[in-house]
């Protein structure tokens, strides 16, 4: 959807260039998830060599002689530090923000050690592997996760992972959750489920794009009461988007093609976007079933 209307705001008529530019952002969200779980590496190893210089400084308070390596030795922190396949893909993707930029993991790292949540878990001597991960857990969920400073930071970096940033954050909060022993690991998610899934994004662009015109005739008739210039482009091209799926993806169930857009259209939309468009395609859908044109392969697909 982003993509198309950019095509619009752009008058761009390149279809293989912007195809190469969604699959592009597609494929970044990755390096989102990959700079998001190296937060933690980085929190480590700057406050370890904190600790460090800080015993060694010549007038060292006798805590700082002393220090608490509670927080460095994180069970979760040793759990990342055994993921060779993380460490691979990071000099893979050339995931080195943090080491060239790191004003943020800095204030994350401050935080952290002024929030309440660590002084609990550091006034508490002992160490479990459950209270660990749930330290975790609370400190992605309560501070990194919803830091300003590293959102506008993350925005700014790469303009396409603003709509990508919740999903990769509760990605993250539930792999860590999930975590129960030292045998377990973080799973690194891959963008595509398998080749179909990557097949089925370039066919849904590739069709709209190319059928906007015959789309757009299936809903003109079918908004009396409004003016081409007065309805909101964005509402235009996810008709035209719902309706490629219920006319060339006979795979697809209707209500599931139904639900997605108005999920769609009231997140980007107007306020009115997604009463307007669930009248459209309801008429639609019942127009396309009266002279055959949907047409669904499986059982429960209509």
Known sequence: MQTIYAMHQHESDSLDKEE?????????????YLLMLSIFDELQLKERTYLELASKKHLATKEEQNPNYKFV?????????NHTAFYDKLEERKIDNWKRND?????????????????RYM???TTEFKKDIF??????????APNEKLYDYLEDYKITWVDDIPVINTLL?????????????????????????????RNLFRKTVLNEVEFAKEFENKTPNWDKDRIAELDTIILKMAICELLKFPS?????????????????????SSIFINGILD????????????????????
Do not use: H, W
Not at 285 to 293: C, I, L, P
């Open 283 to 302: 008429n639609l859908v019942k127009d396309f079933k009266a002279s055959e044109k949907l047409k669904k392969s499986g059982r429960g697909l209509l």
């Open 123 to 125: 006034a508490v001597e």
């Open 135 to 144: 330290f975790m857990y609370d400190v992605f969920n309560e501070i990194i």
């Open 173 to 201: 909060s539930k792999q860590i959750k999930a975590i129960k022993s030292f045998e377990d690991t973080i799973e690194l998610p891959q963008v595509f489920k398998d080749l179909d899934d990557k097949e089925f994004v």
């Open 103 to 119: 004003d943020c993991i800095i204030f994350l790292l401050e935080a952290i050690k002024t929030s309440d949540l660590y002084k």
């Open 20 to 32: 190469r530019f969604l699959l592009q952002s597609i494929d970044n969200s990755q390096d989102l």
């Open 73 to 81: 030795n994180n069970s979760f922190f040793k759990i990342l530090a």
């Open 252 to 272: 697809i169930p209707v209500k599931v093609t139904l639900n997605e857009y108005l999920e769609i259209s009231k997140e980007y939309s107007t306020p009115k």
